[in-house]
């Protein structure tokens, strides 16, 4: 089976080729998204999205991009699938949370956020269900959380006991969501392995960086921060889950070698 291949389109927004072929993104906010380098703008394929939540800066190019794959599938929450079919996405499937549906081979859970969820359709914003996470278990078992936006709460223990995520995606930024110390928090709650950070740096106003991260996360044994670069793109082995390999964007400055992380016995 081939690694899953995971690339940071910035923001909240990650697309995935998963073992088994599929192109999934979640949070699409990609041609608008000022993050996002242009030649991932376009996208040439696409199977699957999931949206955690209303906000522009998530859902912004669910719509377009599902007119131009007509037969790709959006996964969310109940209400937001409502509104995605009223403009006229076909393929919307509906669920809530601690509910799991697998589509393309793809075993996808709903958790929980701390966030809101209105939708901004015109100048009104419109109620879109709650906001949410995901656990994403891909065909080779390689498991992924993506927390959407989100502050830090205790049920994210229960994720972590139930789903053992092989990799978190969390956000920083501070302001709408969890800062560095927030985001710590959350990785002992998870019990959290690997870390990419996300959601920080788009605006001005999302102030949290890595380097605070990585600061006030040290203490946690075990625990290996990735940080990428909009446009990077990191593989995962299905043998070796631990074993991560960094392919940056033509152009960029080489990877500083990571040390390999302790291994922690799983619960
Ligand atoms: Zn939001």
Redesign the pocket.
Known sequence: MEPLKITWLGHAAFKFLSPGGKSVIIDPWVMNNPACPDSLKRVTKLDLMLVT?G?F??IGDCVALAKQHPAAKVVCIYETAVWLGNKGVQNALGMNKGGTQTVDGIKITMVSAD??CGIQDGDQIVYGGE?CGYVVQFESGFTVYHAG?TNVFGDMKIIGDLYSPDLCLLPIGGL??MSPREATYACQFLGAQRVVPMHYGTFPALTGTPADFREQAQGIIGLDILVMKPGETLSFDVEDPRKHVGERPPGSPPAKKKATPRRRVRR
């Open positions: 939540h906000h800066d998530h966030h809101s906001p936006d709408y969501t």
